[in-house]
């Protein structure tokens, strides 16, 4: 005889992002070496860097899936102002890059506050949803102290200035609320109120309206600064057709696709591997929020069942606007690819959420492992001839 035990994780999932992580070894080599060659003499220096990037990200989500996701209730609040005091610190001392405060730097090695930032609040959200419980739909003392939180981390971000990251993390933490009950009438009184303030945020720059506007003409193509990333992006895909030219065939990440190893490491994917190998990609990210969500719907408890929802979110989201974004259906973003795009804080912070989405799969009924039951002996009395079981 059989009885069931919660002890397994969903083997779909980490299949998916352990294939999309070592695929990207492939795909960053590829779309970095002759960049690297120019800059560093060496075409396997960034690959090199990526791949030790990468298996850190496997072994923090193999520490974060054997960790009781339960326990993580205790720590986010103090994690989410530490990553308040993080984003405060990046504004301060944090390295310039195009523009942009968004790096701290010890040595050689880069940290990007936000990513950290973006994944502590989802979960000191979800915390406090499954605390509140139904006082979340008290405006003054449910929803207002839970947006508190998210203008700060919001806010902080976007004044790096980081729009694309920063409306990301608002859009998802509504999200979040919207799943954990909170009142439709209250989130739309702040969508309303907040959306003409990103408005007039966004087109306060000169470089975000360039983007915009060059994205609504669709006149990117005729030469203009602004969207020629995107368009060289779309000829890549073009180049490659249904099969691709072939791995490290490209001929866009050398002469006309300006850090294709980055945020548009998927139009390389679609130059070298085609119409097939970018489904292969995005179904493995459809195999994600699939899983993801059922896990959700399995989930024991309410803190689980939204954890999972927010990771799952934020995972499939991200890479769903970068494929948008590298075929010109949305405005440049900037956002990274998951687990695919070169960068080290997305890929561990992303893969430390993956494993807590992992440790969640394996405390539900999802995936029941059979084991051995051990019947007690029946013992017959003189009294009976019926055995009883002790």
Not at 212 to 221: K, R
């Amino acid at each position: 005889m059989f009885s069931s035990e919660r002890n397994h994780i969903d083997i779909s999932i980490l299949i998916a992002v352990l294939t999309l992580m070592l695929l990207s070894l492939g795909v960053v080599y590829s779309a970095s070496s002759s960049y690297a060659f120019l800059k560093y003499g060496e075409s396997e220096k960034m690959l090199i860097t990526h791949a030790i990037k990468v298996f850190l990200g496997i072994g923090c989500m193999f520490i974060a899936m054997r960790m009781d996701y339960h326990k993580l209730q205790r720590f986010t609040k103090l994690a989410v102002v530490a990553a308040v005091g993080l984003l405060f610190v990046t504004l301060v001392l944090g390295g310039e890059a195009k523009g942009a405060t968004r790096w701290l730097r010890f040595g050689s090695i880069g940290f990007q506050p936000s990513e950290f930032a973006k994944y502590v609040l989802l979960f000191h959200l979800c915390t406090l949803i499954a605390v509140k419980g139904e006082l979340i739909q008290d405006f003054k003392r449910g929803f207002i102290p839970v947006m508190v939180w998210i203008g700060c981390v919001t806010l902080l971000v976007m004044l790096q200035p980081n729009f694309s990251m920063g409306s990301m993390i608002f859009l998802l933490s509504l999200v979040l609320l919207f799943v954990g009950r909170a009142k439709l009438s209250h989130l739309s009184l702040t969508f309303a109120v907040l959306v003409p303030v990103f408005f007039v945020y966004m087109m306060s720059a000169e470089y975000r309206r360039a983007r915009i506007m060059a994205f609504l003409s669709g006149n990117g193509g005729s030469g203009t600064k602004a969207n020629y990333q995107v368009w060289q992006g779309i000829l890549g895909f073009g180049n490659g057709g249904i099969f691709g030219v072939g791995p490290g065939e490209s001929r866009q990440r050398d002469f006309f696709l300006p850090e294709s190893y980055g945020d548009f490491v998927f139009s390389i994917v679609g130059e070298e591997y085609g119409f097939i190998g970018t489904i292969f990609f995005l179904t493995l990210f459809a195999v994600i929020m699939y899983r993801g969500f059922k896990i959700a719907k399995f989930a024991g408890d309410v803190f689980g069942r939204n954890l999972a929802i927010a990771i799952t979110c934020a995972i499939t989201l991200y890479a769903l606007i970068n494929a948008g974004v590298t075929l010109g259906i949305l405005p440049t973003t900037g956002l990274p690819m998951p687990f695919v795009s070169y960068g080290g804080s997305s890929m561990v912070f992303s893969a430390c959420a993956i494993g807590v989405l992992l440790n969640i799969s394996s405390q539900t009924d999802l995936h029941p492992r059979a084991r051995e039951l051990t019947i007690d002996p029946v013992i017959v009395t003189n009294e009976t001839s019926i055995g009883k079981v002790y």
